[in-house]
């Protein structure tokens, strides 16, 4: 088993190892790199990467990261973990969804450019890794006070297409959405080059309530690993999982404080039409000013805010899918 080498690190066969990805000098005078966890394995086999943070608010994702390279032994691995724990350090210094020095979205503008803005010189910087990768899973979505789970399953009837949906489906979540991707993200990137790419829509710092999520999603990546041979064991999955295409975004229509009146327990839930979601209310004249209904029978909560909070216009509310445009996620024949 030949080391694996990236930008100057070498991790020998069966250890684990630290590399950054460099993508320019701040004003400050400090590196902006990306960082990468390397778990190389004693036998050859697959390259998997996992990647949270390229939205900064997204730190859910980055204690999967964690927990998964404290739970991966490399000597018992084969082929090569890539952990990216924070895909935009900027984004993740300010907690916000953004790049904030030129307020562009990281996941727009892949494969990026190496002379371009910050936010497109670290989309080239992590686009050098993908390459190199069997398969890529990018953990997305969720906040401090925005709870998401579901997996996104990109639109596509090409052989790529099928290998992300059968990733998907292996990935062992009991609630999917397929759609189109959007240009210029990291899956647009890797199906532009062949890579499969899968987009759990798992986070919100509310999940660390419930110990079963974070379960959930290290079982997901077990599975794709023992899928490609590079650890041994059963793929785990539910009973049944649903396959939905239809979903809408609600925004928030007027600003003020905005009050949850589902949490949780709700998530993934089929809820009546008209089930009230949350109320605004105007914090100076103390009247309600908007609810925030289900807007279908079966409907069926992907995201949502879930703590009260001040809000505006625009602001995301709820992502919710269409219990009745739902099938059975099954393997293809």
């Known amino acids: ?17 630290y590399a950054s990805l460099q993508a320019g000098r701040l004003s400050s005078g400090h590196d902006l790199a990306i960082p990468v966890h390397i778990v190389h394995g004693s036998r050859p086999g697959a390259t998997l990467m996992v990647v949270a943070a390229i939205h900064g608010e997204e730190i859910y994702a980055t204690r999967v ?30 907690e916000t969804r953004n790049t904030p020095f ?5 996941n727009r503008v892949f494969p ?3 002379d371009g803005w910050l936010s497109e010189r670290l989309a080239a910087a992590l686009s050098t890794l993908v390459p190199r990768c069997t398969a890529v899973i990018h953990i997305d979505g969720g906040s401090v006070e925005r709870l998401i789970h579901y997996i996104f399953i990109k639109e596509a ?21 397929r759609g189109p991707f959007f240009e210029g993200s990291l899956t647009a990137y890797a199906a532009s080059i062949g890579v499969p790419c899968i987009v759990p829509e798992i986070g919100g710092s509310l999940l660390m309530l419930d110990n079963s999520y974070m379960e959930e999603v290290l079982t997901g990546i077990n599975n794709i690993m023992v899928h490609y041979g590079m650890v041994s064991g059963e793929i785990k999955l539910p009973e049944s999982q649903m396959l939905m295409t239809r979903r809408t975004l609600i925004r928030i ?23 009230l979601l949350g109320t605004i209310f105007d914090p100076y004249t103390m009247k309600d000013t908007a609810q925030i209904l289900a807007p279908w029978d079966n409907a069926i909560i992907l995201q949502m805010r879930a703590l009260m ?22 393997p293809l024949s």
């Open 253 to 275: 229509p007027t600003g003020g404080i905005f009050v949850p009146s589902v949490g949780l327990a709700e998530l993934n839930v089929p809820l009546p039409k008209d089930t």
């Open 157 to 177: 009837k090409d052989e790529w297409g099928k290998q992300v949906y059968e990733l998907s489906r292996l990935f062992g979540l009991k609630v999917a959405y």
């Open 102 to 106: 030129d307020m562009l979205n990281m």
């Open 1 to 17: 088993m030949e080391p694996f080498n990236l930008e100057g690190t070498t991790v020998t066969a069966g250890s684990k190892g």
């Open 309 to 330: 909070s001040a809000v505006q216009p625009g602001d995301y509310a709820y992502i919710i899918g269409d219990g009745g445009s739902g099938e059975p996620l099954k």
């Open 112 to 114: 990026g450019k190496a």
């Open 65 to 94: 990261i964690r927990e998964l390279l404290d739970s991966v032994d490399a000597s018992k691995l084969a082929g090569t973990l890539l952990l990216v724990p924070v895909g935009n350090p900027l984004s993740l210094e300010q």
